[in-house]
């Protein structure tokens, strides 16, 4: 059970865990010691160093920015203003607390309001849905438009629009990047008359990107009902983040063993079967790696272009919390920050994992 239970954790990127199911059934204590030691008792040692960092820092801007406040006071009003400023400022009063880096208690008071936010949404949503049943059913019958919930969405409804935004998008780059890769990985002349486009479009910025499909969006839907906000998104995320496929697929066919080019000679195979049956599979480990990045570097800009094209979405989130500038503003975009970069190493792990399928080396990824 053990054994299966380690292979099973190297297989999703869990590898660290392995020395604690070996030291818990007596393996070799010593070694499984240092090593858990090592990789899992020190990275968590500055996890604690790097709280400890933060609440010292955002204690010093807070006392910072309270004498701050203070030193104003008794600049402007006099003796009696300063007092009642640092009065209030010391009972909590939220309409008068400093507003910077919030600590880890505040960052963790703001997650959970986030949470019971979303918890009062989705009621919300669940009333609406059971009061408009009837009538939504009478509009489908005579043809007409259901009505629709039009509430502010929540923050773990942007999380799961940005995730939907950042797979359409990853689809997009898988169709475009592949196909053309494997086509120009075939020829070296072609290879050499499209590797300019290559190097001039890969470092394009994702803004640039996002203005290009917004031309070409917005004129091809200027009389139609679609959401274009979703469809710029998750183009613009496709086009921009889709070159290292593009690469690495065109790279590993160029690269394909000789022997097995010969192979498919001897067997007379036709072109498509050659490529279905010796070149991509033996591409597939490059082609792998190039969608791992890919799909790092679509959660990556995803963020800059929701916030640009306005889609509902964490960029939006993250976007509106800084034009609201309200105390707890601050601590939300924070939160935010650690869930984009706790998905993003989900993602990057769910890559990894399907990599090993495909990878002839099983050696734990990183």
């Known amino acids: 059970m053990s054994?299966?239970?380690?292979?099973?954790?190297?297989?999703?990127?869990?590898?660290?865990?392995?020395?604690?199911?070996?030291?818990s059934r007596g393996e070799e204590p010593r070694k499984n010691g240092i090593l858990i030691l090592k990789i899992i008792i020190a990275p968590l040692a500055s996890v604690l160093l790097f709280i400890g960092v933060w609440q010292t820092g955002s204690t010093a801007l807070f006392n910072k920015e309270a004498n701050y406040r203070i030193e104003k006071a008794l600049k402007d009003q006099g003796q009696?203003?300063?007092?009642?400023?640092?009065?209030?400022?010391?009972?909590?009063?939220?309409?008068?607390?400093?507003?910077?880096?919030?600590?880890p208690s505040?960052?963790?008071?703001?997650?959970?309001?986030?949470?019971?936010?979303?918890?009062?949404?989705?009621?919300?949503?669940?009333?609406?849905?059971?009061?408009?049943?009837?009538?939504?059913?009478?509009?489908?019958?005579?043809?007409?438009?259901?009505?629709?919930?039009?509430?502010?969405?929540s923050f773990v409804d942007q999380i799961k629009t940005s995730i939907k935004t950042v797979f359409a998008g990853f689809l997009l780059a898988i169709l475009i990047a592949v196909?053309?890769?494997?086509?120009?990985?075939?020829?070296?002349?072609?290879?050499?008359?499209?590797?300019?486009?290559?190097?001039?479009?890969?470092?394009?910025?994702?803004?640039?990107w996002l203005l290009l499909v917004f031309m070409i969006v917005k004129t091809l839907t200027k009389d139609s009902d679609t959401d274009s906000s979703f469809i710029i998104s998750f183009i613009s995320v496709g086009l921009c983040s889709m070159w290292a496929t593009l690469v690495n697929t065109a790279m590993g066919v160029?690269?394909?063993?000789?022997?097995?080019?010969?192979?498919?000679?001897?067997l007379?195979?036709?072109?498509?079967?050659?490529?279905?049956?010796?070149?991509l599979p033996s591409s597939l480990p490059l082609i792998f790696t190039g969608l791992r990045i890919t799909l790092s570097v679509a959660w990556m800009v995803l963020i800059a272009i929701e916030l640009l094209a306005q889609s509902p979405g964490l960029g939006s989130f993250v976007w509106e919390e800084f034009q609201n500038g309200a105390n707890d503003s601050n601590s939300k975009i924070i939160v935010a920050m650690f869930v984009i970069g706790i998905?993003?190493?989900?993602?990057?792990?769910?890559?990894?994992?399907?990599?090993?399928?495909?990878?002839?080396?099983?050696n734990e990824g990183i």
């Not at 299966?4 to 199911?21: A, N, S, W, Y």
């Not at 998905?343 to 099983?362: E, P, T, W, Y």
């Open 343 to 362: 998905i993003g190493f989900l993602l990057d792990r769910l890559m990894l994992a399907i990599q090993k399928f495909v990878s002839f080396n099983k």
């Open 80 to 103: 009696k203003a300063a007092d009642e400023m640092k009065l209030c400022i010391d009972s909590g009063d939220i309409s008068c607390q400093p507003n910077t880096l919030p600590s």
């Open 254 to 266: 160029s690269t394909v063993d000789k022997d097995f080019i010969n192979v498919a000679k001897v």
């Open 179 to 208: 196909p053309i890769g494997v086509i120009i990985g075939l020829s070296d002349t072609l290879r050499s008359s499209f590797n300019w486009l290559i190097q001039i479009f890969k470092p394009v910025s994702p803004v640039v």
């Open 106 to 153: 505040q960052v963790n008071a703001s997650f959970k309001t986030l949470l019971k936010d979303h918890k009062a949404i989705s009621i919300d949503k669940k009333n609406f849905k059971e009061k408009t049943a009837a009538l939504n059913k009478q509009r489908n019958a005579e043809g007409k438009d259901p009505i629709v919930y039009t509430g502010r969405p």
């Open 3 to 23: 054994d299966k239970l380690i292979k099973i954790i190297r297989f999703i990127g869990l590898g660290f865990l392995e020395p604690i199911i070996r030291l």
């Open 268 to 279: 007379k195979l036709g072109p498509l079967q050659k490529v279905f049956k010796v070149i």
